[in-house]
Structure formats: structure tokens, C-alpha cells
């Protein structure tokens, strides 16, 4: 067997377990006049692992456009991605905008309202256990922030907790 052939059977075998062989970066400055590269920035954190949970006090229809150019970019969402908000939000949330999301992209977009108002924290969680911590809200990247990954699980607890607290947009 070549080389490239061995590296291939490995790269299945790490995609399978959510993980990449080329991982990436692990932190990311996004810059006010480069939205798009800020954009491929966010997908390039990921590193091929799927996003399964998304924290943002702000997401609002911004941010599901935004998640489908993530997409196209190369972002993986899992089948059903749970999403917290905060009750500010919510009425800047259409439900045709969420359908269209849903039915171009083929993942349901499970939105609930989170219980407390006063988390800034955004953060993506991945299937690769671990969580990509935004600094400025997915409906606008174009802000001078840093965005990282981290391999904690507070995140994946906290959000949990949330969700179990958690009511229907």
C-alpha cells in the first residue's frame, strides 16, 4: 500500500471518531474589515469536527444566515443542533427563516430560551469535545475579537444544565 493510501485509511478512521488528521488552528482574530476571511476563520476551528450545541445570547435570524454560510464554507452540523437563546432574542427569530435553514441545510435547528440572562459566553460545542469560544455573537462577525478553541468540559456542563432549565422558543 502508498503512503497516500495509508494516510487516507487513517483520515477515515479519525473522521470517523469526529476528529482530523490536519487539525488546524487553534485560535482564530477576527478583524473588523475581513468578515468573509473572519467567517473561514470560525470553519477552520472547527477542524472537521461537527457542531452539535451552540451558546448565544444574540442569535437571531443574523445568525442562522450566517450558519448557512458557515456551511457552505465547510462547517458540519449534526442532524439536530441545539441552540440556547436568551429571552431578548427571541422575537428576532422567524420561524420561515429557521424552515428555509432547515430545509436547505437538513439539520433541525432546536431552539430554546435560556433560563438566565445574564451568560455573554458564546461557544459552539463539537463533536470532538470540545468548544470553540466566540467572542462576538454569529449574527456579526465583523468585530475585533478572538475566537479559540478549548478543550474544557464546563462548557458542554453548563450547557446542559441551561438546557434541562430551558423553555420553547
Known sequence: MSFQGIKLLIAGAMQSLGQVLDAGPKSVRFKQKTPLSNRVGLVKLSRGATVQCIFDPYFDDKAIASLGTFVNLGLQLTIEVKILITDKVKKR?????????????????????????????????????????????????????????????????FFEDQWKLSGAL
Open 93 to 157: 427569530i422567524s420561524q420561515l427563516v429557521k424552515d428555509d435553514f432547515e430545509t436547505e441545510y437538513g439539520s433541525k435547528l432546536n431552539i430554546r430560551i435560556c433560563d438566565s440572562n445574564k451568560e455573554h459566553r458564546r461557544f459552539l460545542l463539537l463533536s470532538s469535545a470540545e468548544s470553540i469560544v466566540v467572542g462576538c455573537s454569529l449574527n456579526s462577525l465583523d468585530k475585533n475579537e478572538a475566537a479559540y478553541v478549548e478543550s474544557s468540559q464546563e462548557d458542554r456542563d
